[in-house]
């Protein structure tokens, strides 16, 4: 799960997954 070091990338990925797993909550 760090193959890419990446310093925005895992930030956007939870982001996106967190938005996405809200909006399936909802």
């Not at 799960?1 to 399936?24: C, F, N, S």
């Amino acid at each position: 799960r760090r193959k890419l070091d990446e310093p925005g990338a895992p930030a956007l990925i939870h982001t996106v997954r967190g938005v996405g797993y809200v909006l399936r909550e909802d």
